[in-house]
Every structure is written in C-alpha cells, then in structure tokens.
C-alpha cells in the first residue's frame, strides 16, 4: 500500500458516510500525475457536483450551484461566503486534501497547495489554513514524527495569528480548527480514539475521517 493509498484507506475508516472518502478520491486521482494542475481540479470539481455530489458540505455544493448558473468560481465563493454570513470556514476542504500528504510533493510546496484548493471553494482562508495544516501534519506522521512532534513542528511554522487559530477548543462542530484539535486529540489514542471520536462526532462525521487518517499513518510507523 503506498502511502496515498494509506491516508484514503485511514479517512475510509472514519467516514461513515462516505462524502469524505469520495472527494479525496476524487483529489488523489485527479492530481496523481500533476498535483499541481488546480485547473484540473477546478475542472473536477464541477463534475463532481454535476454528477450528484453527496456530503460534501452546504459551501461546496452551493458554490457549484452557482457555478451551474453561470457565475464564475471568484464570484460564486464570495456570494456563498456572504450569503452564509462569513460561516465559510469548515473541514469539507481539510478532508478532500489530506490525502495530497502522500504523493511526491516536496514539504515546500503543501502550504500553498492546500490553500490554493480550499480558496475554489471556502473563502475564508482558515479553511485553507486548517487543510494546509492537516497536509503537513500527516505528512510529518509519515516521515516517522510521533503526532505530537508533528503537531509541535508544524505549529512552529505558523505565524502568531495563525498559532491563536489553531488554539480553538475542540468540538463536534464542523469548524476546521475545531475538527482538527478534536482529530489530534482523539489520535492521541491509535487503539480506541477513532471509536471514540465516530461517537463523539455523531452524524456530523467531521473529525473521524480525519482521526481515522492519522492512525492509519502512526500504525504504519510502529510497524516498520
């Protein structure tokens, strides 16, 4: 199994509805020979929705609602981020790019990239901050940190805005600094936290795909 293959295998574990699994699928497949084609990506994105997106998230479906009317992306994300009343940063991009941890991308590039992704569709850039985290975290996870170092190295990247975001309370929320601590704090855990979190979260499903990939990859470790 490389190391895609085992960030997909590890959000499968924790989607119990199948939304995340199916976009970063989407992701992995789309960018596997390019991952940094984002117009690509664009491109299937809206085939995606076309095609009867499911749980993929109220910003994500909305914005290519009105993409389907004829609006551009740039106009379609700000009229979401309004007509939602600035409530655009959620985890829907965090589960769809986590994944990109796992193809040969080197580290300096995972920052932009996530963001990049996230702004097709959530204009509040803590989406995209949060997505970018995620990436280098598990891609930390897979260069054999323990979670809490590569939580601690990552954080150290940050700049002190940055870092206040990332101190948010966990939550059963969809709020992306919210799912994220939730994720690290469940994974702390690799034996039980992903049962703990799939009842913790409840129907929402917003932190476990994310826990379920973190285990993955700190199994992996301790099995080398």
Known sequence: MN????????ISDGDTIGGPYAIASLVVKTL?????DLEALDRAYRGYYLGGSFD?????EKVHELLALGETREQAVKNV?????????????????????????????????????A???HFDPIAG?????????????LENYSLTEAVRSVTNELNVAERKILQTTPSPSGYAPAVLNAAVQF???????????????????????IVGAFIRCIKSNLTE
């Open 3 to 10: 190391k895609y293959e085992l960030i997909l295998k590890g």
């Open 32 to 36: 596997a020979n390019d991952p940094f």
């Open 56 to 60: 993929s998230g109220p910003t994500f």
């Open 81 to 117: 981020h309004k007509a939602y009343r600035g409530l655009t940063a959620g985890c829907n991009p965090m589960h769809r790019f986590a994944v990109i941890a796992g193809l040969d991308i080197p580290y300096r590039n995972l920052d932009d990239l996530a963001r990049k992704d």
């Open 119 to 121: 702004a097709l569709t």
């Open 129 to 141: 901050l949060i997505s970018s985290v995620t990436v280098r975290i598990i891609r930390k996870v």
């Open 187 to 209: 994974s702390q855990d690799p034996n039980r936290g992903l049962i703990r979190a799939i009842e913790y979260a409840g129907s929402n499903n917003y932190c476990p795909p």
